[in-house]
């Protein structure tokens, strides 16, 4: 039975104070009683040698997971990090590290006395594990389509798509959070089901909240945007456009994943300003303090593939919501003012700083409720039980 099941979770990113959909369902089954283990992206040991930032800020007890047991987070839920010795290429050296990383979970696995656990499988590299770990059931949970991201090599989208196949294969179910990978893969998978993005409601309604430091010199009106900064997400051209054709400041508070050109350039310009990634508690302090929550995403079909948690919390919020028009949140589109062009979404601000709104605030907070995240947490475990054997 799915009630008393244990869960491995493997993630693209770490436990820690940025949370994406993996974090927040980890935690959400574990307040169910269901046993979870965190699986972070393995620490690359090359790149924290070479002191790369996004290896060198993980916690030092992750270091150590080498030998040490799985860390504790929450009741119910513990955190390990598998070591990556080797750089993936060669493919020798991709075996050696993918032998590692299954040894790795299969200790942790043994450890916590999981027996035959649910895999919830968020990287498509990490197909082997439904190979090589005994398990009860497979889910390949897909919330990005990469094979389009603009800024990969064309080797590591050939990868991808390679990988993605061989997940897709072991899977017994496959869970899409839009629309736009539904259709891709419904024909792939006999068990493929919508499954998008949530929010948990009661973190963002509300009215006031102390101010921010990082804020008290940000003039007013505010266009605000929390989440990754990514060259493969957001529209630099856009959000210059904004800057020189408006007057509105725009806040960007989220982890900097830009290459260098493109944030020297964001930086540059007038009433632009970026904010280091905040912890979870502390998002909603911003976001109540800005006049309107903006996408200003570039307009592909990697950003078409998406389901911007963002959207959600940002209805949650009850503030006027401005966006460039994407396929992955037309689900929304009676709450968020969409826009084609830049013209248009300079427009869609202005009208909505003078009030001319595409919903009322309640009907925005009232549309985030029926997406909570324990309500797809249950509707996720439904689907589980269906298809245990």
Same mark, same amino acid.
């Given at each position: ?90 493919? &020798?050296?991709?075996? $050696? ?27 498509? /590299? ?67 089901? /919508? ?8 973190? /963002? ?86 006049? $309107? ?11 078409? &593939? ?14 006027? $919501? ?19 062009? /830049? ?47």
């Amino acid at each position: 039975m799915a009630d008393s099941m244990d869960i491995i979770i493997v993630a693209r990113d770490t436990w820690g104070d940025v949370w994406r959909r993996r974090q927040f369902l980890a935690e959400e089954f574990a307040a169910r009683g269901l046993r979870v283990l965190f699986v972070e992206a393995a620490l690359s040991w090359p790149r924290l040698l070479a002191g790369s930032p996004d290896m060198a800020t993980r916690p030092r007890d992750r270091r150590r997971q080498v030998t040490a047991p799985p860390i504790q987070a929450r009741d119910n839920l513990w955190v390990t990090a598998p070591p990556k010795p080797l750089p993936n290429h060669p493919e &020798s050296f991709a075996r $050696i590290n993918r032998i590692l990383f299954t040894a790795h979970v299969r200790r942790c696995a043994r450890i916590l006395k999981f027996d035959k656990p649910l895999l919830w499988l968020t990287p498509e /590299y990490a197909w082997f594990l439904a190979r090589d770990i005994p398990h009860s059931l497979v889910v390949y949970d897909i919330t990005d389509d990469w094979v389009h991201a603009a800024s990969l090599p064309e080797r590591e989208a050939r990868e991808i798509r390679d990988n993605d196949r061989r997940m897709t294969a072991a899977a017994d179910i496959v869970f899409t959070v839009s629309h736009d990978l539904y259709k891709k893969k419904k024909d792939a998978h006999t068990n493929t089901i /919508y499954m998008p993005n949530g929010v948990r409601p009661h973190l /963002y309604e509300i009215n006031s909240a102390p101010m921010p430091l990082e804020l008290e010199s940000v003039q007013h009106p505010v266009a605000g945007y929390t989440g990754s900064l990514h060259t493969d997400r957001i529209d630099p051209g856009l959000i210059a456009h904004v800057s020189r054709n408006s007057n509105f400041s725009q806040v960007f508070v989220g982890p900097d994943m830009l290459d260098a050109t493109t944030r020297q350039k964001l930086k540059s310009l007038e009433r632009v300003f970026l904010i280091p990634p905040q912890p979870l508690e502390r998002l909603p302090h911003f976001t109540c303090h800005f006049d $309107i929550c903006h996408i200003p995403h570039v307009q592909n079909d990697f950003t078409n &593939s998406l389901d911007p948690i963002k959207a959600y919390e940002y209805l949650a919020t009850g503030r006027p $919501i401005v966006s460039v028009t994407l396929r992955g949140l037309a689900h929304l589109a009676d709450f968020i003012d969409m826009a084609d062009d /830049y013209e248009s979404y300079v427009d869609a601000l202005n009208r909505n700083a003078n009030g001319v709104e595409k919903s009322t605030m309640e009907q925005r907070r009232a549309e985030a409720r029926t997406h909570s995240w324990s309500a797809r947490a249950d509707s996720i475990l439904k689907c589980v039980r269906d298809a245990m054997p």
